[in-house]
């Protein structure tokens, strides 16, 4: 098993979804000790705090795999100039109760794409507004505003040759920080 587990948290549901190829393409750039799990966030419930003394399975499994992570990486789209509801779903279900949250201390970084010229900016400001109350140190440079358009991935799937030394760089300091917090 790689020293460093990195929990995926991608928020969009959709199938054939632009910032799930993302992360997909993305985690190929990162060293051999780092290992990358998607975490599932599709099949849970509305979040209400009535729920918190006695939370779905679906919540359960959900923390134990950020709880056992090293890092998060966010891969997120914007949805009305802001995070998904599904995304701010899984975040408030795994922050809750209050003093037991599976965020806490987790190294984060943060991408999104969409066919938006200025990608996700707005979203993953946003996510850093809500990041930083969970006490979850976030990369803050590079910022990575993805926009999707032809040639940002090869025919494999991989990321193409002409944003390929833009996203290493951003993957090496993303893994610097999880080593950082890590030990």
């Given amino acids: 098993m790689s020293p460093y587990q990195i929990a995926v948290v991608v928020g969009s549901l959709r199938k054939d979804s632009f910032n799930r190829k993302l992360a997909k393409a993305i985690v190929k750039l990162a060293p051999p000790e780092f290992s990358f799990q998607q ?64 965020w806490t201390g987790k190294p984060a970084g943060i991408l999104g794409g969409s066919t938006d010229p200025i990608g996700t900016a707005v979203a993953q400001q946003h996510l850093r507004n809500v990041l930083s109350t969970l006490n979850v140190p976030v990369l803050c440079q590079p910022e990575a505003f993805i926009q999707m358009k032809e040639g940002l991935f090869d025919d494999a799937g991989n990321i193409g040759e002409g944003s390929k030394q833009f996203l290493q760089n951003w993957m090496d300091k993303y893994c610097a920080l999880v080593k950082k917090h890590a030990d």
């Fill in 39 to 102: 975490v599932q966030i599709n099949d849970l419930p509305l979040y209400s705090q009535d729920d918190d003394a006695n939370q779905a399975e679906s919540v359960k499994r959900l923390k134990n795999e950020i709880r056992n992570a090293q890092g998060l990486l966010f891969v997120t789209p914007e949805h009305n100039r802001s995070i998904p509801g599904v995304l701010k779903n899984a975040i408030d279900h795994a922050s809750r109760p209050p003093g037991q949250s599976a």
